[in-house]
């Protein structure tokens, strides 16, 4: 690279900017553009906790500026309309632009189809998400909570379980803390006989286990048809529901319809082993996340660690591409993962080599917590 490169990352949540920080640490010069609406991070791994009163919006929402300005990022707030040109220029509501390499890193949308999904909060769409259910519960006297998630059937990588997991059991140990259990009635379910199986089979039955162990009921192995205000209708029976949490699968954004990027059967980018958008027609472009479909095991996950793991690689691979040397960088799936309670954690770790689930323990909760703090304080 004879000048400086101009690169575009595209998103600003954990895989973008990761890409940031490792792109700066391999490339003290080069120009470094992230297009997002906002200057901000939002911590939605803890997210869990505002329903008990244990985090606050303000603990979750970090300005970003102060890490631009040490990164020497330029910020454009705006959002993709699309990406043309292999991937050398995108439109933004703020205008274009342009660049020698791209990073997207958009993250994933949440597939809305399932009639009567707005008597349902989804709780991983955000902050006020799980505001609002805070504030259900404060209002509830009693009454029955039903809480699941699916799968996107065409690219069943693409769910977020494990937060569903961690508002089941937190409500659970919130209900019992104000000593109001005995009033209401929890329901899991989901349309497989084996909820989280991408945690591995033995992580499976300690779920289902504590499930008992809390009087959780479940209802699973029933394909999902519709939600009504005060009901979830499955081809198995209803779950009557004063409120219902529900997770949908998900797909790619929204913007992607007006590119020819290459798409999995799912909806997401289809990209290689090296990070790189599959095909030859987008040279110099990289995906991160959750808004790729990448080569791997079925249970490879769509999690912050995972996005920081493609992060590397591409960053890695985007300057020896420009330098016009081999991309060899890969990345290892493994998912990792601690499901919290609100008091206890338990631990998740799975790669190609082996699967470990520790039983719930207080330790793994303050361990939670203190990556927080840690993960949290790069960007403070």
């Given at each position: 690279m004879s000048q400086a490169a101009r690169i575009t990352i595209l998103g600003a949540g954990f895989g973008a900017l990761a890409t940031v920080r490792e792109l700066r640490r391999r490339d003290a010069g080069a120009l470094i553009t992230i297009v997002s609406p906002r200057a901000e991070l939002h911590y939605l791994p803890s997210i869990i906790w505002i329903p008990s009163g244990l985090r606050r919006r303000e603990d979750l929402i970090v300005p970003l500026g102060p890490f631009f300005e040490r990164m020497r990022v330029r910020h454009v707030a705006a959002e993709v309309t699309r990406v043309e040109d292999g991937g050398r220029r995108v439109h933004t509501s703020a205008g274009i632009v342009d660049n020698d390499a791209l990073v997207i890193a958009t993250g994933g949308r949440f597939i809305k189809k399932l009639p009567g999904i707005e008597h349902a909060i989804t709780p991983c769409e955000g902050i006020a998400a799980a505001e609002a259910i805070r504030d259900r519960l404060r209002a509830m006297a009693g009454g029955t909570i039903a809480i699941g998630f699916a799968a996107n059937p065409q690219e069943p990588q693409a769910v977020r379980g494990g937060p569903m997991f961690e508002f089941l059991f937190g409500i659970d140990t919130q209900l019992r803390r104000e000593g109001r259990r005995e009033q209401f009635q929890l329901v899991f379910f989901n349309p497989s006989t084996e909820p989280g199986a991408r945690l591995g089979a033995k992580a499976v039955q300690s779920l289902l286990a504590e499930m008992a162990r809390r009087g959780i009921a479940t209802h699973l192995g029933h394909k999902m048809l519709r939600f009504e205000a005060d009901k979830v209708v499955t081809e198995g029976g209803e779950i009557p529901a004063d409120l219902i949490l529900f997770m949908p699968g998900m797909t790619g954004?929204?913007?992607?319809?007006?590119?020819?990027?290459?798409?999995?059967?799912?909806?997401?980018?289809?990209?290689?082993?090296?990070?790189?958008?599959a095909g030859g027609a987008w040279p110099h472009c990289y995906v991160v996340g959750d808004s790729g479909n990448f080569p791997g095991p079925d249970w490879a996950p769509k999690q912050a660690h995972m996005a920081e793991l493609h992060a590397r690689a591409a960053a890695a691979n985007l300057l020896d591409g420009l330098a016009g040397r081999p991309q060899s960088a890969?990345?290892?799936?493994?998912?990792?993962?601690?499901?919290?309670s609100g008091s206890h954690g338990t631990l998740v770790l799975r790669n190609p080599r082996r699967t470990l689930v520790l039983p719930p323990l207080r330790l793994m909760h303050w361990a939670k917590r203190r990556f927080e703090a840690r993960y949290l304080g790069q960007y403070r």
């Open positions: 954004n929204a913007w992607f319809d007006a590119t020819t990027l290459p798409r999995s059967p799912g909806g997401l980018i289809q990209a290689d082993a090296q990070c790189r958008v890969g990345f290892v799936p493994e998912l990792a993962c601690i499901i919290d």
